[in-house]
């Protein structure tokens, strides 16, 4: 009896090893300014991942009644699942933070065991890593960003010059020729991305770029995907977390021959950084 019960015990602790060792990986995107959760489908990158052993476990937003949850279309259970959230994309990045928070305890609540691998493209990079300095929150081991700025870019001024400014040679209506240039609702999303822009202006002002690029990073593993083709909206020095002093020399970087929006390569590289995530964390 007493063989019996031990063979039952060993047997026991040889399962719960193995079931503990076999930890999920649960990844979620995050998209950018002037984008939402969709970006992940049209640009391929979902695509690629699907293909490639990964479940789209479905969309997460906020409103004011809470968090929401839109499971994917039932398919085969895997082990690999990744998230997508919505942000107010308009909104303040301080304000998209705490909304990408809710989102992320959701996500970390429904895998109490797993850590998260959280990858922001564009604005979502730096949204993200106002969520990555604040751990006591949040299980992230590795962030991606991609294409994002964290020097901040140019093209914030631009936007902000669009809205604020009155042609020289439209004294009066300028508003309203600016109006007919961009069209009413591209202005109206400039206008109401005010907050925003601000944010997402060139470190050196003393904006939140500037704030968040002095805050403390936790040890976890950091990895930009560049692009190197001549983005258009933000320099490639400033896609490049080994730019922002407290992180110089801790990110991995991964240069991509594409313009700024996202393409069925950033999937393949995502599946490269999350095949090596256990590596070194530097270059």
């Not at 906020?62 to 082990?79: E, H, I, L, R």
């Not at 979502?124 to 590795?142: D, N, Q």
């Not at 770029?209 to 403390?216: E, K, S």
């Not at 001549?230 to 896609?239: C, L, N």
Request: net charge neutral; charged share 15%; aromatic share 10%.
């Amino acid at each position: 009896m007493g063989a019996v019960r031990f063979r039952f015990v060993l047997l026991l602790f040889i399962f719960n090893f193995f079931s503990a060792g076999a930890r999920a990986d649960v990844m979620v995107l995050v998209h950018g300014w002037a984008s939402d959760v969709d970006t992940w489908i049209h640009s391929g990158v979902a695509f690629v991942l699907l293909n490639n052993g990964w479940q789209d476990a479905g969309v997460v937003t906020t409103t004011p009644g809470g968090v929401n949850y839109f499971p994917a279309y039932p398919s085969a259970d895997s082990k690999k699942k990744f998230y997508r959230v919505q942000l107010p994309s308009t909104a303040p990045l301080l304000l998209q933070a705490s909304h990408l928070t809710a989102e992320l305890v959701f996500i970390q609540n429904r895998h109490p065991k797993e850590d998260l691998i959280v990858v922001g493209h564009s604005a979502g990079g730096v949204i993200a890593r106002l969520v990555v300095i604040r751990p006591e929150y949040v299980r992230i081991k590795s962030l991606v960003t991609i294409a994002s700025p964290h020097l901040g870019t140019p093209a914030a001024f631009e936007g902000l010059n669009v809205v604020e400014s009155k042609p020289f040679f439209c004294p009066g209506p300028g508003v309203d020729f600016l109006k007919t240039v961009f069209g009413g609702s591209q202005y109206q999303y400039l206008k109401d991305s005010h907050g925003a822009m601000l944010d997402l202006t060139p470190v050196g002002g003393g904006n939140l770029i500037d704030w968040l690029n002095q805050q403390p990073h936790p040890d976890i593993q950091y990895h930009s995907i560049i692009r190197t083709a001549g983005d258009g909206v933000v320099p490639t020095t400033s896609q490049d977390l080994n730019q922002v002093p407290v992180l110089r020399g801790r990110a991995k970087v991964y240069p991509a021959w594409s313009s700024h929006g996202l393409n069925p390569t950033d999937g393949e590289l995502l599946l490269d950084i999350i095949d090596t995530k256990n590596n070194s964390k530097t270059e």
